[in-house]
């Protein structure tokens, strides 16, 4: 599977962006997707991650550190996940990475059960 994301830039604190990360290639239901992140000179953390629950409801999970700040989701019809963050801060500054996991059942928060990674996008959040 491919994975292309896209949506960051430069934002004030306070302020609010969404990443978008299409998938292509294999069937984009058999995967959990994931966001992580990577700031200058530190190791790349978990952010957000969700897979397919049952019913109507998808299963999440977050970073302690932006929970109730962003949020992850999914359009399956357009084959892509996203994180909308809100109230961003300088500490959010990162290039962030989706990925996609063939481990399904719950949400994956360690990079390595990961198989596929997107480039990455750059957010910086300026004070």
């Known amino acids: 599977v491919q994975l292309q994301a896209s949506g960051g830039g430069l934002v004030q604190a306070g302020g609010s962006l969404r990443l978008s990360c299409a998938a292509s290639?294999?069937?984009?239901?058999?995967?959990?997707m994931g966001w992580f992140r990577q700031a200058p000179g530190k190791e790349r953390d978990f952010v957000a991650a969700i897979s397919w629950g049952d019913g109507n409801a998808d299963y999440v999970d977050y970073a302690d550190s932006v929970k109730g700040r962003f949020t992850i989701s999914r359009d399956s019809a357009k084959n892509t996940v996203y994180l909308q963050m809100n109230n961003l801060k300088p500490e959010d500054t990162a290039v962030y990475y989706c990925?996609?996991?063939?481990?399904?059942?719950?949400?994956?928060?360690?990079?390595?059960?990961?198989?596929?990674w997107g480039q990455g996008t750059l957010v910086t959040v300026s004070s």
């Open positions: 990925a996609a996991s063939p481990r399904v059942g719950y949400p994956r928060i360690l990079g390595y059960e990961y198989d596929y």
């Open positions: 290639g294999r069937t984009f239901s058999s995967y959990n």
